[in-house]
């Protein structure tokens, strides 16, 4: 087992938030990750998409608030980006290396996400089997993030560290944690 904490900070706004932590988990065990978000704060003020009665891929989720996370083999350049919609909405991209090559990643048919909404609580987590993308021998740098859309219609951007001058997610120095 290979399981880590995380706590997420917002890319620097001017404006206040009402979110006041997103934190979770990851974890690696025997082939699977499950991970674990947990956003706390006022979510009336967030704009969270309904919960769909069917959930399927779909493409732009970022768009929306949505929860990200993106996995690759330590010193390759190939990545894995998972999106995760508090709707059950889900996609899988791969990517040859940063920002080129994108597809929709075939190995994944559904992404069956848990989603729990409460008064100033979001909860989302999710298994998914790494054996259908790579071998369970590689060790992962792994990236977290989120984005927040208001309302109002601002949006913010969470990740575990923002090494540019704008969010971005990509960036190969957010994939800190090690699995």
Known sequence: MNG?????????SA????????T????????????RYELLG???DIAIPAQADIPVRKKALWEETCFEF??????????????LSPSGHWNAYS??????????????????????IHPEILRLSLNIDLGRILPSDH??????????????????????THPGPRPDFHHRDSFILKL
Do not use: C, H
Request: hydrophobic share 40%.
């Open 95 to 116: 990517f040859k290396s940063y920002r080129q090559g994108m597809q929709e990643e075939p190995a994944f048919t559904s992404l069956p996400l848990r989603i729990g």
């Open 139 to 160: 060790s992962l740098k792994v990236a977290v993030s989120a984005v927040i859309k208001f309302k109002n219609g601002e949006i913010s951007y969470w990740a575990l």
């Open 15 to 22: 404006s206040p938030l009402p979110v006041t932590k997103i």
């Open 4 to 12: 880590q904490r995380f706590s997420m900070k917002p890319f620097p």
């Open 42 to 44: 006022l979510l009336s």
């Open 70 to 83: 993106f996995i690759a083999v330590e010193d390759r350049t190939k990545y894995w980006e998972f999106n």
């Open 24 to 35: 979770g988990e990851i974890e690696r065990s025997s082939g699977t990750l499950a991970v």
